[in-house]
Structures are given as C-alpha cells and as structure tokens.
C-alpha cells in the first residue's frame, strides 16, 4: 500500500530564510509525485508535481523539490520565504491503477508553515 | 465559470439528516474525485469518476455515502442519516483525464459540513 510521511507538522521559518518540508514516500511502483499548497478556507492549489524525467522539479512561487528515488523521498524547497508562503502545504503521491491510469492522490498529513518577520 | 465550483461552501445539519452536496468540475474534464479533509484523519479519497461510472469507490467510508455524476459534469456526493463524524470539508477535483499529461487534478474550494 503506498503511504506518505510528512516529518514536522508545523514548521517556522524567518522571512528570507530557506524553506525545507520534508516528505518520503512508500510505493511498489514508480508513483507520480506532488505537492500542493492550502491557504485558510481555500481548496488546494498545485505547486508542482514529478512524473518522469528530471528529478529536479521547479514550481510556481519560486519552489522546487527533487525525486530522489534511492531516499524516496521529494522535499519541497524555497531559497527564501516570505511571509505569503504561510499555509499548509501537503505531499500527495499517485499510482498506476491498472488500466485505469493514475488517479486517487494520497496525501501526507500537511505541514504548516510559519513565516515570521 | 474557469475553476471546479462547490456548493453550498457551508452547510450545519442536524445528526440523521441526509445532505447532498454539488460539484460543477471545469468544463471537458473527464475525471472527478471527491476528498474529505477532517482534523482526525487528513485529506482522505472517497470517489473517482471517469465519465458518468465510478471505477473506484474505494474510499466511502459507509453505505451513508453514496455519489452520482451526471452527463460526464455535475456530480452530487449524498450522505444519509448524518453522523458527528461525517462533520469535514468536502473538496473536489476534476481533471482531464487520467494519464500521463492529462491526471493535474484541480481543487474546488470546499464544502464544509457541520453535524449538529
């Protein structure tokens, strides 16, 4: 069964200082990989997302995270924070379904960030 | 309108009460999914359409939960005899397909429900 860790449910960051959050995967296949971004009483939004090709993935808003296999793992980074980078971000993994393609996204349990002055 | 659209955005019922809650997905897309997210148990999958038939109904968590989606758009998610339990944020998505190029599900904002 494919699962999703987060490690840190709230993470605080200085405004400009570098963003980590921290996400490893468990899958017996290949996954596709994502990461999305909840502000207060809104729906998800995409950040960005690995399918095949080049493990380094850029996003909007200046993120990025890196596939690496070896670790499953697909950390999300930003060089510097500022404070509308404060949301709940969540880790979500995919997986071929048969024939049916990828569907059903399983998510992390999300991490909060806090970007400070 | 250009995103997945929810209705209604609140709704507080009473316990036993049925629900019927609305997703308009973006315009073309064949794929429609429905999530909860609740504080116990995180953003969880209940349903997957492929047109108007669901190939995976994997995640309801009781026979209270039942989904419909009509003429490949709109699709209801219905909850019988509400239960405390079933207090979350519906949120559904739709994309334009499901493989490789075509499986960006895109997010509506939500359904919150309140049991009483």
């Known amino acids: 069964a494919q699962s999703v860790t987060q490690l840190g449910s709230h993470v605080s960051v200085s405004e400009g200082a570098l963003v980590l959050l921290r996400c490893n995967y468990s899958?017996?296949?290949?996954?596709?990989l994502f990461w999305y971004v909840q502000y207060p009483n809104q729906g998800l939004q995409l950040l960005l997302k690995?399918?095949?090709?080049?493990?380094l993935v850029k996003g909007i808003n200046g993120f990025e995270a890196e596939f690496k296999k070896s670790e499953t793992s697909f950390h999300l980074t930003k060089p510097s924070a500022h404070m509308s980078d404060a949301a709940e971000y969540f880790c979500?993994?995919?997986?071929?379904?048969?024939?049916?393609?990828?569907?059903?996204?399983?998510f992390g349990a999300g991490t909060r960030l806090a970007v400070h002055p | 309108g250009a995103g997945v659209s929810q209705s209604p955005s609140n709704k507080v019922t009473e316990k036993g009460k049925d629900v019927e809650l609305r997703c308009d997905p973006i315009?073309?897309?064949?794929?429609l999914y429905w999530y909860r997210q609740s504080l116990g148990q995180g953003l969880e999958f209940l349903i997957y359409?492929?047109?108007?038939?669901?190939?995976?109904k994997s995640g309801l968590p009781s026979d209270r939960f039942s989904a419909e989606r009509t003429g490949g758009s709109v699709s209801t998610l219905t909850i019988q005899r509400t239960q405390q339990e079933d207090s979350a944020v519906y949120l559904c998505?739709?994309?334009?397909?499901?493989?490789?190029?075509?499986?960006?599900?895109?997010f509506g904002p939500g359904t919150r429900l309140t049991v009483l």
């Open positions: 998505a739709s994309s334009l397909g499901v493989h490789r190029g075509r499986n960006e599900q895109f």
């Open positions: 979500a993994v995919s997986k071929p379904q048969g024939s049916g393609g990828y569907n059903k996204l399983i």
């Open positions: 359409f492929q047109g108007n038939s669901a190939p995976d």
């Open positions: 690995y399918t095949t090709g080049a493990t």
């Open positions: 899958s017996s296949v290949p996954p596709y």
């Open positions: 315009s073309g897309h064949t794929a």
